[in-house]
Structure formats: C-alpha cells, structure tokens
C-alpha cells in the first residue's frame, strides 16, 4: 500500500509511469552524447533543457515508486552510453531526432493522462504533453530555417462545400476497373507524417547497424533499414501518382563511424520504440483513410512492422535487455497448493 496520504496508483498509472521512466532514461542516454557533438548553441540549449526535464520527470517517478513501495526499475544508465565515441550522424541529425522523439511524446502522454485517475499522475502527464509539444515547436523551426524539413504540399483551397455521391469515392487499387480519385488533404497528410517519420528512423537504422556488436542485433537493424525503406517507397507512390513529390533532406545521414554510442540493449529497446509508434500511425492512417487501397497498403506494412517488431523482442529477451514490467497477480498461481 502506498506510504502518503493519496490514494495507491492503478494498474494503468503503475503501467504508464513505468514506461515512461524506461522512454526518459533512455532519452537522456541519448542526448548525453548529442550534447557532446552538438556544434549550435540553439541547438545545445534545446537539447540541455529538455536532458533536465527528462531527469526531472524520471526523478518524479522514482518519488512515485518509493511512496508506492515499489521497486524502481533499472531503465538505461550511464552504462548504456560511450560518451567518448565519434560522431554517428552529420548535420541536424541530434535536432532530427528530438522532433521524432517530441512527435512519439506528445502522442504517448497524451494517451496516458486520458488513463490516469490520481490527479498528481494527470497533471504529471499534462506537463510532459506540453514539454513533448514545446520540443516539437522549438526543432520544427530551426529544421525549417534550415531548409532540413520539407513541408507537406500545398493545394487550392476549396470555395464550396461537397458531399460524396459517387460510390467510387471509395474505390482504389483493388478494384481494376475504377479510375483513382486524387488523394485528399487527410490522406496526404497521414501520408507525408509517415514518410517524414520512416526518413529519420531509417538513417537511425543505419547508425545502429554500423555499430551494433552483436551480429543478430546488427541483421536486425538492417532489416530495419531496409523496412524503413519500403514504407517510404510504397507510400511515396501514392503522391507520386497525383503528382506529389514525397518528402526528402539532405541532412542527418549516418557518418563512417563504426563506434558504438550506445549499448545494443538500448538501440534495441529504441527501435522497438519506433516500431510500436509505426504500428500506431499505419493504424491511424488506415483508419482515416476512405480510398481502398491506400488502407490495404498500410495494412500489410503493419504486418511488416509487427513481424518487425516481434524479432525485436525476441532478440531482447534471449539478451536479457527486456526489463519485464509490473505485473497483476497470478491468481492461478497463488492458489495452487
């Protein structure tokens, strides 16, 4: 039972905080050493200030857990991180990173104050939304100042408002015979957020495999690699076809280096972060989508992710990297005589 005064955490909230102390320490990890090759001073500061509000939200979880009476979990450490290894990624990389990881923030707290119920716990996730918003802001600036982030297409904007009459609105690349309407503004947007997304992961991928030190560890980020790839590819047709260009940079690429930065235990538990984010945004594009193809598109890339994904946690598992998290009582156990 819990020490204070407040009500004990749930399950949920218990599950949340959890995740969150493994997301932020292993976030800090990552920008201690983009802090050391961090060549702007903008750019050192946005990262220092959001390296201390990682440790301060890590801090306030352990304070949760100590109140709780419940073990503190070993998340990633300084021994997660080389912080004397040569530079990975070149220009922008570290800034590139942050607003991946601000997008896959803003969207997980968000969900996690929507399951909490103490109000310390909702106000908590509250902030780290508004924090995860702000890094968001602050790195999409200085990525467009500098030309690294492309911005989605821009179309005429509609004089009239329309209804669907035609049935084939909904018609796609499983029908042979059905023209393809153009893409509309919700399906493109889903569209350019992921390639966006898949283009930053995919460089990530291929710093990992440069590095990794375990030969499967290392054929798993080349799958990734090469999956990253495919969904680029597979969904920037879908522009292409109405003659859009798909998103692109010039920055952020992976260097020769072929010294590790991190343990292979948190490029692991990295990429699995992103897989799961991926799985989540092909379901949502999906889901909003109205033209036939484009879901049954993502709906393979999913199984792709998932399948992705799976081999991931394997690998961790056989490591000993996949730290377990809480859980409920095991009735059936318990009342085993």
Not at 15 to 39: C, P, S
Not at 229 to 248: N, W
């Amino acid at each position: 039972m819990s020490s204070s005064n407040q009500v004990p955490i749930t399950s949920s909230e218990l599950g949340n905080l959890w995740m969150t102390y493994q997301d932020k320490t292993m976030i800090m990890r990552v920008l201690e050493y983009f802090l050391e090759h961090a060549e702007k001073e903008e750019t050192r500061q946005i990262l220092q200030s959001y390296y201390e509000r990682c440790a301060e939200s890590a801090e306030f979880v352990k304070s949760i857990f100590q109140q709780e009476g419940a073990v503190i979990p070993v998340g990633f450490t300084e021994h997660d991180v080389n912080k004397g290894a040569p530079k990975l990624f070149d220009f922008m990389y570290d800034v590139m990173y942050l607003h991946m990881m601000a997008k896959i923030g803003t969207c997980l707290y968000a969900l996690y104050s929507t399951m909490s119920y103490r109000q310390d716990i909702r106000q908590f996730f509250r902030r780290l939304t508004a924090e995860a918003q702000e890094a968001y802001d602050q790195t999409t600036n200085i990525l467009l100042e500098t030309g690294v982030l492309s911005r989605p297409p821009f179309v005429s904007m509609p004089k009239e408002v329309k209804f669907v009459q035609d049935k084939n609105y909904m018609a796609g690349g499983l029908n042979w015979f059905s023209n393809e309407r153009s893409l509309n503004t919700i399906e493109v947007s889903l569209i350019h957020h992921s390639i966006e997304t898949n283009l930053t992961g995919m460089q990530l991928m291929i710093g990992f495999a440069q590095v990794a030190h375990n030969q499967e560890v290392r054929n798993h980020f080349i799958k990734g690699m090469e999956l990253a790839k495919k969904i680029e590819t597979s969904l920037g047709e879908f522009l292409r076809q109405d003659y859009i260009e798909p998103p692109a940079t010039h920055a952020g690429k992976a260097t020769n280096s072929t010294v590790a930065p991190f343990s292979d235990k948190l490029m692991m538990y990295n990429t699995s972060l992103l897989s799961t984010f991926g799985l989540g945004s092909n379901a949502l594009g999906g889901a909003f989508s109205l033209r036939s193809d484009l879901p049954a598109k993502m709906a393979l890339l999913a199984k792709n992710i998932f399948d992705f994904a799976k081999q991931g946690g394997k690998i961790m598992v056989k490591n000993g990297w996949m730290e377990e998290p809480p859980q409920v009582e095991d009735r059936n156990q318990l009342t085993k005589r």
